[in-house]
């Protein structure tokens, strides 16, 4: 692994707006980095990352069935009493899911380490699977790089094939916060995915959702809601006045009702209590476990942080960096620290994507800061052997 820079494509601006690539730019920071790339080789990918990724998440799969059976699970997860059921029963039907991302530290000497499993609403997904496949494609044919260079990236088949497993009866709504770029960006891209699967779909922002007499989702047409990705986090979705219309609604949620076990933090430490000592693994407690006041180099998490909000890295009993948000009051895990790789005064944090239940590519997003933020820039990589 290394990090290369070359001379950015002239017109990649002009490229992204066409494409509704609005967001290369957030918060008035570049967010798009299209001079420099991330170099692996084959092996690299396969057994570093790809083999790791797919490990991990079938792990994570077994896990959730032990959890949604065991209620004082639920409960260290902060997931309330009341929604229990719902997120058991989901994972007892069988409900379908779709894709989550891992977090993952590796700096190409030892093993890739799991930071976090953002399973329930994963962005960056359009810039991983498609953007920096153009980029790809366009610096090869300007011969800035060789015709052999690749990419770990089956993302957009893998998403179009898991759109297709899902029922293309009725009309597929996306729901998102449609006044941010980002979120809108990346529901229109998974729209794209699901027409190319043979459905139909609808766009509608997540306040405009309705409840009909019958306790049913509506759009803004009054047609119910029998389908629906939300980009739209649970440990919200579950606390929300319209969650008790939730489980008789008979709308299909995509993420589905248990990936409310998969995108918490409270997951790291049941993962190493389960598998101790897994080298893809890092050690990691709830904060009242006494393993946790052992760790003298150590990141503590909120359960439901997002983008690295209220992130607090310890070292040698020091906080060293902090990170300002709004979470924290649901329960802190803490996670050994453990290293990124570094250039160029620079932190990268590798995203290797799940979509249906395989690892199927990867995005790489870098900071000035070990706490990855939503200022991160994303970085494009290749394969050469």
Not at 105 to 123: H, I, R, S, V, W
Not at 183 to 195: I, P
Not at 312 to 329: H, L
Request: aromatic residues 10%.
């Amino acid at each position: 692994m290394r990090r290369i820079e070359l001379p950015e494509r002239p017109d990649w601006r002009e490229k992204a707006e066409a494409v509704g690539f609005g967001f290369h730019e957030m918060y008035g920071e570049p967010y798009w980095v299209d001079d420099a790339a991330f170099v692996f080789s084959l092996a690299e990918i396969e057994e570093a990352i790809e083999e790791p990724s797919q490990a991990l998440h079938d792990m994570c799969m077994d896990l959730v069935g032990e959890v949604v059976k065991d209620d004082a699970a639920l409960a260290r997860l902060a997931i309330p009493e009341a929604m229990r059921d719902l997120v058991r029963d989901s994972w007892q039907k069988g409900d379908r899911h779709l894709y989550g991302r891992f977090d993952l530290a590796y700096d190409g000497t030892g093993p890739a380490k799991l930071l976090e499993y953002n399973a329930d609403t994963p962005t960056s997904i359009f810039e991983s699977a498609f953007f920096q496949y153009n980029w790809l494609t366009d610096n090869v044919a300007r011969g800035a790089l060789p015709e052999e260079a690749d990419q770990f990236n089956a993302i957009q088949e893998s998403l179009v094939a898991a759109f297709a497993s899902f029922s293309r009866e009725p009309i597929f709504h996306f729901a998102a916060w449609t006044e941010s770029d980002e979120d809108r960006g990346t529901a229109a891209y998974l729209m794209d995915c699901a027409v190319q699967a043979g459905h139909r779909v609808s766009l509608i922002d997540i306040r405009e959702i309705g409840v009909d007499a019958e306790g049913r989702f509506t759009d803004t047409e009054d047609r119910v809601i029998d389908q629906l990705f939300k980009l739209y986090p649970w440990e919200d979705m579950l606390r929300e006045p319209f969650a008790k219309h939730i489980a008789g609604s008979g709308t299909v949620f995509v993420e589905p009702p248990w990936k409310a076990v998969l995108s918490n933090k409270g997951l790291l430490p049941l993962l190493w209590d389960r598998y101790p000592g897994h080298p893809n693994l890092l050690p990691a407690f709830y904060e009242d476990d006494p393993g946790a006041s052992l760790l003298r180099n150590a990141v503590r998490k909120p359960l439901f942080s997002r983008e690295g909000e209220n992130v607090v890295i310890v070292e040698e009993g020091v906080v060293t960096e902090t990170a300002e948000g709004s979470y924290g009051a649901e329960g802190t895990i803490v996670q050994e620290l453990t290293q990124l790789f570094q250039a160029n005064g620079r932190f990268a944090v590798l995203g290797s994507w799940i979509v249906g239940d395989h690892a199927c590519g990867m995005g790489i997003r870098e900071d000035a800061s070990r706490i990855t933020r939503n200022l991160s820039r994303f970085v494009p990589h290749i394969i050469l052997d």
